[in-house]
Structures are given as C-alpha cells and as structure tokens.
C-alpha cells in the first residue's frame, strides 16, 4: 500500500512499506514538514497580481505549509493571497506597497496593511483573525491616528492630534474651555454661566442661577425661560437678544435704564409722571410729556408750543416771542 499525507503534508508511511528508507521520509516529515508548519518562514513574490498557494502530496518543501509568510515583490495595486482551505494558523508579514487580502478560494479573508504584520487563522473554510482580545496591550510607540489611535501618550496632545482644539480640562462635573471656540450647541442648560469673550448660542438658553457675560452675547433661537437676562456686551460689542439688537445700553433692569454716551431716536412720546428728564441738550422732533396732562410741541416752524390735555395754551416762537392763550398771572416782575 502506498503512502498517504496528512493536510500539511506529512507523509504518512504504510504498514509495511518502504523497509530500508522509511527513515529518511521519517527525518524529511521532521525536519522539513513538521518544521515549516510550527516555526517556518517562505517568501511569497507578488507580481502585479494575486498570487495562490497551493499544497502537494510530498513532504518536500512547500511555502503554503509554514507559519509565516513573508510577502515581497510588486503588488500593483491591492491584491489577493489566497491560501489551501486547510486548518492552518498563518503570521502573514506584508511588505509590500499594498494592502493584501489573505482567503481562501470560496471566503472572504482579512486584509493586511501594507507594512503590518498579522495573525490569522485559516478554519478550512475562510481566513478570520486569530486575536480578537487582549486582557492587557502596551505600546512601546504611541498608535499613529490613521491606525485608529491619537499618536500621543498624553490628553493634550492626543486632542491637538485629533483637531479637538485646546480644551483644558474635563471631568465629570465641569468643562473648562481656554481659547478656541464651542459651536454647534442647540441646547445649552446651566446653573451657572459664565463666558469671556464673544458668546454665541443657536437654540435654546436656560440659565437658573448666574449669566455672566464679558464679552459679546447672542442668541439665535429662544429665550429659554422667564427671568433671562444679558448683563453687558463688553466694550465695542453689540448685544442681541433674540434677533432684537439693544444698541450700546450700557445697564438695563425692571426699574431703570442708564444710557452712557449713543442716543435714542425714532420715539414718538416720551412720558413722565412726576419724574425727572435731565439732559444736556433735549430736542423733541413730536410730543413731550412733562406730567399732569402738560405736554410741549415742536412744530414744523421751529415753535414751541405748550398744551394741556391736547389744547394749546402757549407758544414761543424762535424769536423768543410769546404768546399766551387765555389770563395771563405773573409771579414776580414781568
């Protein structure tokens, strides 16, 4: 009976046969077979094309049986390594310019880089990876980010790799942001808030506690809830609630507007009830109310007139003429 071979193989002597020699096929499936499969390495030459492995009946030997194979030549693009659909462990080593994708004839496969090393595990039908965990891994190298790490052994460099900006610190409870912007926010809820430099928020702001704002503030979107308050526009910027620009109000609260420097224009009245205008120049272009039903006119003519409750009662002309509508009580010298 003629020998046999193993799918590595091995041969594999018959009873009885080869008497006198069955040593050397011992020592060749020893030292040549049963090597190239446990420690082995062959060079396998791509040539602008995929190459394909295959297996014989001798124990002579046979790249496809080692357990590294080394891939040299030109690859001309990416290519297929396609191995015996035999159960076999392979550490491919692709050195050559293109990714190549090591299968069997009817799977799938892994692709390798070109210029990476690879474990794979051929289960006689496809080419699957042979490590998929890791209970622990330490890089002698920090992992570059175009294989999937952040080229750094430290956060701050890692989010300079990544294009993250230069956000300080983070934690749990708190993000500290130091130059650079945050944009893309729709919802911003806080407690406390505080920003120096221009703040921009689209969407809705809900502040509970403190809003305080050095720079420029503006919202594009909602409000947020009753009580939100812009507390300065910081030197030479223009707060905007809403869309509605404020102008240059230095201050604004329930109860009192302070205006420092600008001007107010396009009023049509301006009420007081017993309060006090002060003003180093005072023009009124249509009504002034100065309280108990008194109000003063400018006319188109430069006059002044004085009405009360809508009927007029006296006129100064701009030659400082008066002239008086009804009884005429002087206090004092006239």
């Known amino acids: 009976m003629p020998s046999t ?35 082995g390495s062959a060079d396998v030459t791509f040539s602008s094309g995929p190459v394909t492995l295959t297996l014989t009946n001798s124990n002579a030997t046979q790249a496809a049986r080692n357990l590294r194979l080394n891939l040299i030549g030109t690859s001309g693009g990416a290519q297929n390594l396609v191995v015996p659909s035999i159960e076999k462990l392979y550490l491919i080593k692709n050195g050559v310019a293109d990714t190549i994708t090591v ?74 942001v130091s130059g650079g912007t945050v944009t893309g926010l729709s919802n911003l809820t806080t407690t406390n808030f505080t920003a120096s430099g221009t703040t921009s928020l689209s969407g809705t702001a809900t502040s509970s506690g403190t809003l305080a704002v050095t720079g420029g503030l503006t919202l594009d979107g909602a409000a947020g809830t009753a009580g939100q308050f812009l507390t300065s526009a910081g030197a030479g910027n223009t707060p905007t609630w809403g869309g509605v620009s404020l102008g240059t109000m230095a201050s604004q609260d329930a109860n009192n507007v302070n205006i420092t420097g600008g001007s107010i224009t396009g009023l049509t009245t301006l009420s007081t009830s017993g309060g006090t205008i002060s003003a180093t120049t005072l023009t009124a272009t249509t009504t002034l109310g100065i309280g108990a039903g008194w109000t003063v006119v400018q006319d188109g003519s430069n ?23 009804g009884n005429v009580t002087a206090y004092g010298s006239v």
């Open 103 to 176: 299968k069997t004839s009817a799977g799938t496969g892994i692709a390798v880089p070109a210029g990476k090393s690879m474990f794979v595990y051929n289960d006689g039908v496809n080419v699957v990876d042979a490590v998929t965990h890791l209970s622990s891994l330490t890089l002698n190298t920090d992992l570059a980010v175009a294989d999937g790490g952040t080229g750094a052994s430290d956060a701050g460099t890692a989010r300079t790799n990544l294009g993250l900006g230069t956000m300080a610190v983070q934690n749990g409870t708190s993000i500290s």
């Open 303 to 325: 006059n002044l007139i004085f009405k009360y409750s809508g009927t007029n009662k006296m006129k100064i002309d701009s030659s400082g003429n008066l002239t008086v509508v």
């Open 5 to 39: 071979y193993s799918s590595l193989k091995i041969e594999l002597i018959a009873t009885g046969e080869q008497t006198g020699t069955w040593g050397t096929t011992t020592n060749t499936n020893l030292g040549t077979a049963l090597e190239e499969a446990i420690t």
